[in-house]
């Protein structure tokens, strides 16, 4: 099946914020909690843990019989509320992988829960959805087996009903091991996602049961078709009537106008059937989905039975057209788009894998500024909140499933399960994010083994075809040339590849690919350690790596390099750079990671070269223990080459960004390169009044402005941004007087009470005047009084062995991060210090409601 116009399905179920679902939601005051089904409730409070199999300190502990008995004794074990990593709190070692960030993540993680279901719930369905739990999960509920699943990333449900004891006590056990689980970068451990309790009818929406596609849209008018399926789990025949009203949602989740309704269809249900109901409906004037505009409507499906509703379940979903073209690029409702796109890791810094919504929340927020549109799952299908934030936001998706297929990159990867589990993990991702309007790919894998497999690349496009034929299908390729001359690429709609893209002259002369669309699934890999820089030559020292933004691994280019093959191939749908943040592990290139000579499968020469490399690091064992490629650091502080990417993909925000700082007493006189990031045309730099020369950019070549001669003195360094000939932006940077004081900044000054908010708060190591002063790394003590509590410290340095949980954080080059919460069941403000020898003490008031 090979097309390029897409009218999508949109958004779907599956996303978390709370806890109870109200009955009215259609209020005003009462937003939707969590689609799908209505009576859905979290169930992430009180659950007990214990850690067994190989422990933090690299010791052992045995692992007791009986863990999943309803009579064991857990009164000793660790209380806790999910989403949870257990191997965020370390300690790093400096013994331990760097590729999975130096921490002690692999173990036998034990989780239990007591819970009471009401004796009224006697004929009740009840299901537990995990959202994902790392890895090899298997459940037990009053110690009889439920079943398993073991890939971490998957959402997945389990039918507790056959094992439940209304009216009484019920324990429900977790086994999780990820010492049967391999990763290139750090996965996190433990239930890291959330888990919810599903209460159903016997006769019911099923799980992920709804489907919305929109297969004709003009600005008059668009159909609307959902596919329903219906179960019936009780023992007996059932008429049933289904019915699904559409309503205009907005940014809150609260549905707002009923825009259609569709035609109430009766069904006569078997016992143990499920049926498939296919509604349709016109939506008049619609509201279109996209990312200036993020529009979206949600479908509320009810079955009756006798008159009286018994199940409701709800589908956001959105109205768009998609259409990929090999010579126009991506159109989204009939508008080209550049896809300007990040990969990113699923974990959360310093929180570890553990999924916080605000966490996700500000981190999106963070790439919306810089002008990114869309998002790489790499390599893994993502916390559903992702999907959700993405419709509300305004970011493209590109959802991918697998690192790995049958031939694995480590020997306990994806490999393990392929055969027994690819078919459904991968029915399960596209079945749990079909109707969101933000998904417009789906990838069947990254760079795996068999890139040159034609059955199996057909046989994995077929699966997605299968549950959802409106979107393309793509895969990242590292050998492109192989996936080509197989002719594996074939079976794919969108050819994705990452990196090597000198012969894209030769893949446009292709017949085979003439109408194949070429997407960079990712690109540049730049390396950078914020607020360093290094001279002449030498881009790396101390673990460290200059942000002159040159430096990258072999198979890699600077995002100057990237601009200009994007402009110099314009029909590329566009990019996805590697990665918008930093993320724990994989700190190339201080890594010895193996997997890396795969990018020169074909390159003997080059990949001799890194072998080399490879074990020169391994001797060294470098304390590195966190990337290096991302845009943003692993703190969520931006790095020089945000500007960059600001600049280039928001041509239209006036952008002037300095660098490197000017604090070089050690340089009086000696050449000090000046570079700026600018989304103007022209601009002059002047050294303390004194221009420095003006400069203009070459369309389509020059993507940064560089003044290569400065000679260092002390003082102001100012540049003035032209566009058109007029003055468009500026920036300075000043020599600073000596470390005075800490300031802080949250990035909110309200959480609420109740939920998991966060609130960051960057801290800054600044001068009598409030200027930040580089290079200089205080030991700061963080302390809260009142109503919070510390979560979290950072300071975005890849060496850095300070446990995330501690209360005492070096600067890194002038900064850090505190992140604080609200203290369970309290209101009232939490007064927040930090402090440090000689300074002046930093403190910031947050209030919790």
């Known amino acids: 099946m090979h097309f390029n116009k897409f009218h999508s399905a949109c958004s779907l179920l599956i996303l978390a914020f709370i806890t109870?679902?109200?009955?009215?939601?259609?209020?005003?005051?009462?937003?939707?909690?969590?689609?799908?089904?209505?009576?859905?409730?979290?169930?992430?409070?009180?659950?007990?843990?214990?850690?067994?199999?190989?422990?933090?300190?690299?010791?052992?502990?045995?692992?007791?019989?009986?863990?999943?008995?309803?009579?064991?004794?857990?009164?000793?074990?660790?209380?806790?509320?999910?989403?949870?990593?257990?191997?965020?709190?370390?300690?790093?070692?400096?013994?331990?992988?760097?590729?999975?960030?130096?921490?002690?993540?692999?173990?036998?993680?034990?989780?239990?829960?007591?819970?009471?279901i009401p004796a009224a719930d006697a004929n009740k369905k009840i299901f537990i959805d995990f959202d994902g739990a790392m890895a090899n999960a298997k459940i037990w509920l009053n110690g009889r087996y439920v079943g398993t699943w073991p890939y971490g990333y998957t959402s997945f449900r389990m039918d507790l009903s056959p094992y439940i004891q209304p009216g009484k006590e019920n324990v429900l056990a977790v086994r999780l091991d990820t010492e049967q689980w391999d990763s290139r970068w750090y996965p996190g451990a433990g239930i890291y996602r959330h888990v919810w309790l599903v209460k159903t009818d016997p006769v019911h929406v099923d799980h992920w049961g709804t489907y919305i596609t929109t297969p004709r849209i003009t600005e008059a008018s668009a159909d609307v078709n959902i596919a329903v399926t219906v179960r019936n789990h009780s023992k007996k025949d059932a008429r049933a009537t289904v019915r699904t009203e559409l309503y205009e949602l907005d940014a809150a989740n609260k549905p707002t106008v009923k825009v259609a309704e569709m035609k109430a269809t009766v069904t006569d249900l078997r016992a143990g059937e499920q049926k498939v109901i296919e509604s349709q409906s016109t939506v008049n004037h619609p509201k279109r989905w996209d990312i200036e505009t993020p529009n979206r409507y949600v479908a509320k499906t009810t079955i009756s039975i006798g008159g009286r509703v018994i199940d409701t379940y709800h589908t956001p979903f959105g109205i768009r057209t998609l259409e990929f073209t090999a010579r126009n690029g991506f159109l989204l409702n009939g508008k080209r788009v550049q896809i300007k796109g990040t990969c990113n890791h699923h974990d959360l810094g310093a929180l570890g894998a553990a999924f916080n919504l605000s966490a996700l929340t500000r981190q999106l927020k963070m790439l919306k500024e810089m002008g990114c549109n869309s998002l790489r799952t790499s390599h893994n299908p993502p916390a559903p909140e992702l999907l959700e934030l993405a419709d509300k936001m305004g970011f493209?998706?590109?959802?991918?499933?697998?690192?790995?297929?049958?031939?694995?990159?480590?020997?306990?990867?994806?490999?393990?399960?392929?055969?027994?589990?690819?078919?459904?993990?991968?029915?399960?991702?596209?079945?749990?994010?079909?109707?969101?309007?933000?998904?417009?790919i789906w990838s069947i894998g990254n760079e795996v083994m068999e890139q040159q497999d034609v059955a199996l690349t057909k046989h994995l496009v077929d699966l997605v075809y299968k549950a959802d034929p409106t979107r393309p299908v793509s895969n990242g390729y590292n050998d492109p040339d192989g996936g080509r001359n197989s002719g594996a690429a074939v079976a794919l709609d969108i050819m994705g590849v990452n990196y090597f893209f000198g012969q894209q002259r030769k893949w446009d002369a292709d017949p085979r690919y003439a109408n194949k669309p070429t997407l960079g699934s990712e690109t540049s890999s730049c390396v950078s350690s914020r607020g360093e820089y290094f001279f002449g030559t030498d881009e790396y020292k101390n673990w460290q790596i200059s942000s002159y933004d040159y430096a990258k691994p072999g198979w890699g280019c600077s995002p100057d390099e990237q601009f200009r093959t994007n402009a110099r191939y314009p029909h590329l749908l566009g990019e996805y750079v590697w990665t918008g943040f930093d993320y724990l592990g994989e700190p190339t290139p201080y890594n010895s990671d193996e997997t890396n000579l795969l990018n020169f499968r074909t390159d003997p020469n080059k990949k001799a070269e890194l072998e080399r490399q490879l074990e020169l690091i391994r001797k060294n064992n470098p304390p590195s223990r966190s990337s290096y490629f991302g845009i943003i650091d692993l703190a969520g502080f931006p790095k020089d080459r945000f500007y960059s990417y600001q600049s280039h993909w928001r041509p239209e925000l006036p952008v002037a960004h300095i660098f490197p700082h000017w604090n070089w007493p050690e340089r009086i006189d000696s050449i000090t390169p000046v570079h700026v990031y600018t989304s103007g045309d022209e601009a002059e730099l002047f050294l303390n009044g004194v221009s420095m020369g003006r400069k203009a950019k070459s369309a389509g070549k020059d993507y940064r402005l560089v003044w290569d001669s400065v000679r260092y003195q002390p003082g102001q360094l100012k540049v003035i941004c032209y566009k058109d000939g007029k003055q468009w932006a500026t920036d300075e940077v000043r020599t600073t007087g000596e470390m005075k004081k800490l300031e802080m900044s949250p990035d909110r000054t309200v959480i609420k009470a109740g939920e998991d908010e966060l609130c960051f708060i960057t801290v800054k190591v600044t001068d009598k005047d409030g200027l930040m002063v580089p290079r200089s790394h205080p030991v700061i003590h963080f302390s809260v009084e009142g109503a919070g509590e510390i979560v979290a410290t950072d300071n975005g340095d890849a060496t850095s062995f300070v446990p995330f949980q501690s209360h005492d954080r070096p600067a890194y080059n002038g900064m850090a991060l505190l992140i604080i919460k609200a203290k369970k069941g309290v209101k009232g403000k939490v007064v927040v210090k930090a402090s440090s020898d000689a300074l002046m003490t930093g403190q910031t008031v947050v209030t919790v409601q």
Do not use: C
């Not at 020997?411 to 991702?429: R, V």
């Open 20 to 116: 109870t679902v109200s009955s009215n939601v259609f209020s005003q005051s009462h937003p939707i909690k969590r689609m799908g089904s209505l009576n859905t409730v979290s169930f992430d409070d009180a659950w007990l843990f214990a850690r067994f199999g190989l422990q933090a300190d690299g010791t052992r502990k045995e692992e007791p019989a009986g863990l999943e008995s309803g009579s064991f004794n857990d009164a000793a074990w660790q209380k806790l509320s999910l989403p949870h990593d257990w191997a965020i709190t370390g300690p790093f070692r400096i013994e331990l992988d760097g590729g999975t960030g130096k921490l002690p993540w692999k173990g036998i993680g034990w989780y239990r829960k007591h819970f009471t």
């Open 396 to 440: 493209l998706v590109w959802d991918e499933a697998f690192d790995a297929w049958k031939k694995g990159k480590r020997k306990n990867d994806y490999n393990q399960l392929f055969d027994q589990w690819h078919e459904k993990d991968l029915t399960a991702l596209v079945y749990r994010d079909r109707n969101h309007p933000s998904v417009f």
